[in-house]
Nanobody
């Protein structure tokens, strides 16, 4: 069983930055982030896999968010810059098989508990 522990959420004004971290208790092929705003479906934000294909990032955050990993620590990071109010959501760490590069929530094998990100105008 894979356990994911997130940290780094919080409140920030628009234009600010936050960094999320997620650590796993064992190695997994793909790790990344989804988010869910109130009343909306959970959407994929970014994913990094041990496929050599490079990170995947959603168009809605491209150019503002960056995913990275420390493989030795089994940790992924999501650097979020130029935050907007529409980025406000619960952010969930996710892990699973190679097809997670498609950023489909239904493909996720393991979820973290979630960390809240709130961006005020």
């Amino acid at each position: 069983q894979v356990q994911l522990v997130e940290s780094g959420g919080g409140s920030v004004q628009a234009g600010g930055s936050l960094r999320l971290s997620c650590s796993a208790n064992r190695h997994v092929f793909c790790m990344g982030w989804f988010r869910q705003a109130p009343g909306k479906q959970r959407e994929g934000v970014s994913m990094i896999c041990n496929s050599g294909n490079g990170p995947v990032i959603a168009d809605s955050v491209k150019g503002r968010f960056t995913i990275s990993q420390d493989d030795a620590k089994r940790t992924v990071y999501l650097q979020m810059d130029s935050l907007k109010s529409e980025d406000t959501a619960m952010y969930y760490c996710a892990a699973g098989p190679p097809y997670l590069e498609e950023l489909r929530a239904g493909d996720v094998s393991y979820w973290g508990q979630g960390t809240q990100v709130t961006v005020s105008p």
